[in-house]
């Protein structure tokens, strides 16, 4: 039987071949990993642990936070502040970054992370994860600042995410392709179990929340309508339907067998651009799926180029295969 590669044989041959890891980055995402195992078992232990429920907070969007939002915000902070590869961090669940305390050595990278995606699961048992996004610290002695972490996506250094569901799967990159590891419970490590991960550019699975149609830009609207009709329509096929509401769990099954996933901006809220976060959802999802060969827009642009003036700013997503993302960007350019 072949050898199983752990996270860490994996990081350490990156390192050495591909010079793409430097060591300060290979603890970083050790770290990642460790705290994603620690939540997994708070994940797992569910109302055995007293981690379902809500806690009586509320985060700087305004939304109410559940216990376990709180647990794993923690959890990554404890994890990452004292080991002297980061400089700061920031949060969803977090109003300002997160500086590293003095008393620990500073190190030259930022994270920021969506502690636990897909709250609204939390209780039902249903798939939730962890995203995280890696930046480097501009050059510089000063301290850092909110404005350090404004970087568009493609500067990303590595980005990420772990889906708790009836396995836990953390997924990476570091620009060199995407690589999925699966958590072995007995060894406690993560086993490398799939590599080169590729998105097929054609599909016939949708991913969007369809009691928001009527809110809808027409571009949207037409997409969907057309995969509605069918083998009778224009599109000459039938479509599928998966909406799980955690965005890791969406993408996880999207970089497994294809398929388009769409949070659209909507009248609901015109002001806002969209209800996910560009810089620790769409930045790091857009990296991944871009990696494996798909494609990641606002309606407008690459979602990696647009360039943050907030920490939580917010954008509208389209990702996936590559020809239905193109198909659906190029609605929004005809009407
Ligand atoms: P979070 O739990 O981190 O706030 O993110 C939830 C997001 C995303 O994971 C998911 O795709 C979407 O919200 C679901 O939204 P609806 O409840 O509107 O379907
Ligand atoms: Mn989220
Ligand atoms: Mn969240």
Not at 140 to 166: I, K
Not at 176 to 182: I, L, R, W
């Amino acid at each position: 039987m072949a050898k199983s590669i752990s996270l860490t044989r994996y990081l350490v041959e990156q390192q050495r071949v591909d010079g793409l890891i430097p060591s300060q980055l290979r603890l970083l995402l050790e770290v990642v990993a460790r705290a994603c195992k620690s939540i997994s078992h708070a994940v797992n232990k569910g109302a055995l642990g007293g981690v379902l429920g809500t806690a009586n907070s509320e985060n700087v969007q305004g939304e109410i936070q559940k216990k376990l939002d709180i647990i794993a915000n923690e959890v990554l902070i404890e994890a990452n502040e004292w080991g002297g590869h980061l400089a700061a961090m920031a949060s969803e669940e977090m109003d300002g970054i997160y500086l590293v305390p003095n008393r620990y050595p500073q190190g030259e990278y930022l994270l920021l992370f969506d502690p636990l995606d897909g709250s609204s699961n939390i209780d039902v048992n249903v798939s939730i994860g962890t995203i995280f996004s890696v930046l480097k610290k501009p050059d510089g002695d000063r301290g850092v600042e909110e404005g350090d972490f404004l970087q568009p996506g493609h500067q990303q250094v590595a980005a990420g995410y772990c889906v708790y569901g009836p396995q836990t799967t953390l997924v990476l990159t570091v620009g060199d392709g995407v690589a999925m590891f699966t958590l072995d419970r007995e060894q406690g490590s993560f086993v490398l179990t799939e590599e080169n991960v590729r998105i097929p550019e054609d599909t016939k699975e949708f991913a969007i929340n369809m009691s928001n149609m009527r809110h809808w830009d027409e571009p949207v609207k037409r997409y969907i309508d057309e995969c509605l009709q069918g083998k009778e329509g224009p599109r000459g096929k039938d479509f599928n339907m998966r909406w799980i509401a955690s965005m890791v769990a969406d993408v996880h099954r999207i970089l497994t067998r294809g398929g388009v996933f769409m949070y659209p901006w909507d009248k609901r809220e015109p002001n806002k651009p969209g209800k996910l976060r560009l810089m620790y959802e769409a930045n790091p999802m857009g990296w991944l799926v871009e990696q494996a060969g798909g494609a990641a827009t606002n309606g407008k642009q690459r979602i990696l180029d647009i360039q943050p003036t907030q920490l939580h700013e917010r954008v509208s997503v389209i990702l996936g295969s590559k020809n239905e993302v193109d198909r659906v960007t190029s609605y929004h350019s005809t009407l």
